[in-house]
């Protein structure tokens, strides 16, 4: 071989080995699992195509970032940070990575050949929120192109534990940037902490109305992180002035793409993803109403159901579209530990909280109600055999509980899609459903002595606010609260629908519900909006809030009730709520009703109200 020859082909050499490393900087092109390599990237045939004379990169005016920026999972070190660089808004049609055996790294297909041979440069950096002078302590570069919809989500390493950080990314070599973002790294597991303060949201539908609770959490900034219980996205089809898009109920790639995509668009989503990590896990509608693990409430693991229902898309194919768009667009990390699909983990926060987040609905989760068989579930709630979460799912959590308590963790909080307490009454798609695995975690934590515990949960669009008791196993005063284990905070919605009909209606309901059941301490149904827990050495406090409204976009941020946990007390602090809650129902107490609300761009409190909580659709 000829010098110049071998110096030319060395230096092709050189440099796919570079762009190899900048595409795996990218954790887009990694499998969620490794035991699902078909979710993955083949990297090298991304790169090598790069490299071809007829690639013509972008003119830096096309691209944009289209999306805003976010940040996830934070680790003592470390954090993700996700981005959109682009040329369009609209998501990319390619279902190469969905399809076939499209193995990792080593399998080349013409699919791969065939797809966009223009990668783009993104740079990253990361400075303390302090630093003036923008001193990056962490840097790198990736590529991305349409393969993966033109996400980038990398890892931020080498940071400082419980810092506030700022982070930018911008188009290589140009002048083009992103938004500003802010981030915070977790606290390491033997920091002592005075207090840290979670905000939680769940169930936000687009056409339903606006994102304001994402935005007036955002615009007070009072939390340390975000923790979203699911229902992030919904698959249905949906009209109005905010109608979904596609305008239909999804089951490709490029339609939860598309979805994931139009989300992302919303002003106080972007605002919220923008300064604050989230911590994020899925319920069923990031996939299909009423998920479990072999099908879902509208289409079914049968033929007829796969040619009338799933549009000739079958539950499995569905999942796994799912799946690769909701990586794709969220800032979570992809948790490698040889498991199918895994999204359930824990955080160490400190030496106050260790946050447990589970899956119970997409994992391993046995039949649910599906809408027509309904009086099977009930014959069926009771078997042993039931479970939310399969047997690996559930060893783990009862192991992180027992671990928690052994380190000594001040609070174990428990980030659950759907209610545990019970406050629901004998539901079907909530752990109500499946007695045996509720009953089972119950055991284990009286069994072990483990106190201390806080379960959230989401999914239902109302508030409940409950002891955590074995009622029926173990002695329960629901007017003390004596006997209890722990207790649950269950969030409303960011917009999804609630309670029907005018606010009177929905305190009557509460009142009603509340007076049917042992646990259940608090309820109400009227108002859209989240939670923000502290927990602190000696206590745990929620503060729930609600959006007035959500047919307009609108900063009215009302308080509705807070509740106190002492340390040790594993019950709700009676007088509950003070003995006073601005809306619903709440155990021997009063509903005021003042409707005086805060403007969280004014930062001014004013006495307003709403005659219609939705959009009209």
């Not at 805003?68 to 940070?81: K, N």
């Not at 989500?153 to 938004?179: D, G, H, I, R």
């Not at 994102?211 to 959490?217: E, Q, R, V, W």
């Amino acid at each position: 071989m000829k010098p110049a020859v071998f110096l030319a082909l060395a230096g092709t050499i050189a440099a796919l080995s570079a762009r190899h490393t900048e595409f795996n900087n990218n954790l887009n092109y990694h499998s969620p699992s490794p035991r699902h390599v078909n979710l993955g990237i083949d990297v090298p045939i991304v790169a090598r195509r790069t490299l071809k004379r007829a690639a013509v990169p972008y003119d830096p005016a096309q691209l944009n970032f289209t999306h805003g920026v976010a940040s996830g999972d934070p680790y003592p070190d470390s954090v993700i940070l996700w981005t959109r660089l682009a040329p369009s808004l609209a998501s990319d049609t390619s279902n190469v990575t969905v399809q076939g055996t499209v193995d990792l790294y080593d399998h080349e297909t013409e699919a791969y050949i065939k797809a966009d041979p223009n990668p783009i440069c993104v740079d990253f950096r990361v400075w303390k929120a302090s630093d003036a002078k923008k001193t990056p302590v962490s840097q790198g570069k990736a590529y991305t192109t349409s393969d993966i919809d033109f996400t980038v989500k990398v890892e931020a390493k080498n940071l400082y534990p419980w810092t506030l950080y700022n982070y930018q990314f911008s188009l290589c070599n140009t002048n083009k940037t992103s938004p500003l973002g802010r981030t915070k790294t977790a606290p390491t597991a033997t920091q002592d902490l005075s207090e840290l303060k979670l905000a939680i949201f769940s169930c936000s539908n687009y056409p339903n109305g606006y994102f304001n609770a994402y935005g007036n959490a955002a615009r007070k900034d009072s939390h340390d992180y975000v923790v979203h219980l699911g229902d992030y996205i919904y698959e249905s089809a949906g009209g109005g002035p905010r109608a979904h898009s596609p305008a239909k109920t999804i089951f490709s790639l490029h339609d939860y793409r598309t979805r994931h995509g139009q989300y992302r668009t919303d002003p106080d989503l972007q605002l919220l993803a923008q300064n604050f990590a989230w911590i994020p896990t899925w319920d069923d509608h990031e996939i299909a109403n009423n998920g479990y693990k072999d099908g879902f409430s509208a289409l079914n693991n049968t033929e007829a159901s796969f040619r009338t229902d799933g549009r000739l898309v079958s539950v499995d194919a569905r999942k796994m579209n799912a799946v690769r768009a909701y990586f794709e667009w969220m800032p979570i990390r992809q948790v490698d530990l040889d498991d199918n699909l895994r999204i359930w983990r824990s955080f160490q926060l400190g030496n106050l909280v260790d946050l447990i987040i589970l899956d119970t609905r997409n994992y391993d989760r046995g039949i649910t109600s599906l809408g027509w068989n309904d009086g099977y579930i009930d014959l069926i709630r009771d078997e042993a055999s039931r479970s939310l979460m399969g047997p690996r799912q559930e060893k783990w959590f009862y192991g992180e509980l027992k671990r928690s308590h052994e380190r000594g963790a001040k609070w174990r909080v428990v980030g659950s899609q759907v209610i545990f307490s019970g406050a629901e009454g004998t539901g079907r798609d909530t752990w109500g459903g499946y007695t045996a695995n509720r009953n089972r975690t119950l055991k284990h934590l009286y069994d072990q002595g483990i106190t201390d515990n806080v379960f959230l949960a989401g999914d239902s669009h109302q508030n409940w606010v409950a002891d955590v008791a074995w009622v029926g196993e173990k002695s329960y005063n629901s007017e003390t609260g004596a006997g209890a284990i722990g207790v649950e905070f269950a969030g409303t919605a960011v917009t999804s629908s609630g309670g029907t009909g005018p606010i009177s209606a929905a305190n009557t309901a509460a009142k009603k519900k509340v007076n049917g059941n042992k646990v259940l301490q608090w309820q109400e149904g009227y108002y859209r909006g989240y939670f923000v827990l502290s927990a602190q050495k000696d206590k745990v406090v929620a503060q729930y809030f609600g959006s007035p409204s959500v047919a307009t976009r609108n900063s009215w941020d009302l308080p509705l009730a807070n509740f106190t946990v002492p340390l040790g007390a594993n019950k709700l602090t009676r007088p509950i709520a003070g003995a006073k809650v601005e809306a619903g129902f709440a155990r021997g107490g009063a509903t005021t009703g003042t409707n005086i609300t805060l403007n969280t761009d004014t930062k001014l409190w004013q006495k307003i109200g709403f005659e219609t909580m939705y959009i009209a659709k």
